[in-house]
C-alpha cells in the first residue's frame, strides 16, 4: 500500500469551495471513474474496481456535497464480469446495476436501488433478458418511469456481434420491450439520453471490416411508436465519438485525419440542428495550447447556456498523462481549455478526467482515475475535481489548471469523522495570519508547506495562535494544523507582496 498523501484542499472563504479529491485503495485496482449524476445539491459518482478476489467486479459508489465533503460511500459486489457505471437518481433512491453470466451466456440484469440520504440498499432484483438473448451494456437511462439499458445484444452467445439493443423493463425488473437497431456488424448503441423535446437519442456504431474502423449514426427514437430516425451519419472513425444535446440541436465531436503521410489525428465539434443539418465546425487540434499527442476524449456534455465541456487526458512530459477540460461556446468557439497536473508521494501521476458536469451553481465536477506513473501496471485510483465555471480553482489567474495536489482517502463503510472548523485570517496575508480552532485544548502544530507539497515552515501553537509568514515569498501556500499526532485539517492560503 502506499502510504497516504494528508493534504486537503479547503480554501477559506475568500476563495470558491473547488477541490480535488482522490481514493487510495488496498489490494483493489480502480478501472476508472465514469458515472455521475448532479441535483440540487449533491454530487453522485460511480467507479468500477476489481475487488479484493481480482477476479470479480465491483461498484463503488459516492455521495458529496458541493463543497467536497463525503456524505457516504459505498462498495456492492460482485458484478461479474461486466458492470456499467453510470448512476441515475430519482425520487429520492440511486439506481446502479450490472450483467451477469448465466449459463453460458450475458443475460442477466441485475440492480440495485440505494437510499440517496443514507446509501443504504433498498431493494435489488435480477432480471433476465428475453430468452436466447445475450448482452453486452453500456448504461441505463430512467425514462417514462422505465427503466432501460442500452448497449449490444443479439441471439448469439458473444453479445458484440448482435444489433445495437435496448432493453425496456419497469422497477422491479419486470420486462417491458426492447428495441434492436442495426446497421451492419458488430452493432452498438452509445450515450441514450432525453431530449427537451422528449424524444431519446443515442449513437449507434457499425465496424467496418473492410478499413477496420467504425461508422457511427445520431439517431432519434420515438418511444411511443417504436420509430428511428437518423439524424447524421459520421464514417471512418478509430473511437466512438461524443454529442451533446442543445436546446436547439446538438453538438458532436468527431475524428479527422489532417496529414495522411504522419497520420496526425485532429478533432472537430460539429453543430447540428434538431432535423440533422450541419450548422457550423470547428476543428479541435491536438496542440492547441502546445506540443501535445495522444489526446482521449472522456466526455462531452452541455450547459445550461447551450455551452459544450469536454474532458480526458493528453500525453504530457515525459509521457504523463494529464487531465484536461475544454469549454466551448455554443457556436463552437474555444472559451477556453484548462490542464490540470497532480501530484502524488512519488511525484507527478498519470491523470484522466472521464466525466464532466455543470454544477446547478455554475461551478465545473469532473471524475476520473489516477496512476503512479512510474509503477508498471499499478492501480488506478478514483478521482473527483472541482473548478470553477472559468476553469479555475479560485480567483488568482494564476492557479488556474497548473497544479493540483489531491487529498488521499481510504475506503471505509463507516461514516465520515467530520472536519473540525478552522478560522484563518486575514487570507490573503503579508505579513502575520491568526488561526483559531473550534474544538481543540491539546499541543497544535501548524505546518506551512508549498503548492508542490513540500514542508517550508513549522509553528508550534495553541488553538487560538498567530504566525509570522513575512519572510516568504507570495504565492499559493497551505497550512496542515496538527494535534498530537492526528491532522485536524488543511487551509488553503495566499501570500501576496
Partial sequence: MRA???????????????????????????????????????????????????????????????????????????????????????????????????????????????????????????????????????????????????????VIEDAWDGPGYIHIMDKRGNYIDHLDYRKDNFNQIYQLQEGVDGFLYFICSSTSFLTDSDDYWLVKYDFDTKETEELHHIPYQSDPPFYGLQSDGFVMNEEIIDDLINLRELYSLRGVSSVGDSLWQTTVRQDSLQQIS???????????????????????????????????????????ERHYIAYGEGGRLDGFLSCVRELPTGDIVATGSLQQEAMSGAERDFWILKVGSDGCFNENENDCGLEVIPQFLTYTDEEPAPQIQIKMYPNPSSDRVHLELAESTGFIRYNLLDLKGDLVASFEGSSHSSIDVSAYPSGIYFVEVWENKQLLGVEKLLLVD
Fill in 294 to 336: 495522444n489526446y482521449n476524449f472522456g466526455e462531452m456534455t452541455t450547459c445550461a447556456n447551450d455551452d459544450v465541456l469536454m474532458s480526458g487526458e493528453y500525453e504530457g512530459d515525459d509521457s504523463i498523462d494529464v487531465g484536461f477540460i475544454m469549454r466551448y461556446s455554443s457556436d463552437g468557439t474555444l472559451v477556453w
Fill in 4 to 154: 497516504l498523501i494528508c493534504l486537503l484542499i479547503i480554501p477559506s472563504t475568500f476563495f470558491a469551495q473547488n477541490f480535488s479529491l482522490t481514493f487510495d485503495e488496498v489490494d483493489v485496482s480502480y478501472e476508472r471513474g465514469l458515472g455521475m449524476y448532479i441535483d440540487d445539491e449533491s454530487i453522485y459518482c460511480t467507479s468500477g474496481l476489481r475487488c479484493e478476489d481480482l477476479t470479480t467486479n465491483c461498484i463503488e459508489l459516492y455521495k458529496f456535497d458541493f463543497e467536497g465533503s463525503l456524505q457516504w460511500q459505498r462498495r456492492f459486489s460482485p458484478f461479474q464480469p461486466l458492470n456499467w457505471e453510470n448512476v441515475l437518481v430519482q425520487n429520492d433512491s440511486v439506481f446502479i446495476g450490472g450483467i451477469s453470466f448465466v449459463e453460458g451466456a450475458f443475460n442477466t440484469l441485475r440492480q440495485y436501488i440505494i437510499s440517496a440520504e443514507t446509501g443504504d440498499s433498498l431493494s435489488y432484483f435480477e432480471s433476465a433478458l428475453p430468452e436466447g438473448r445475450s448482452m453486452a451494456p453500456f448504461g441505463h437511462i430512467l425514462y417514462k418511469e422505465n427503466i432501460l439499458v442500452y448497449g449490444s445484444g443479439g
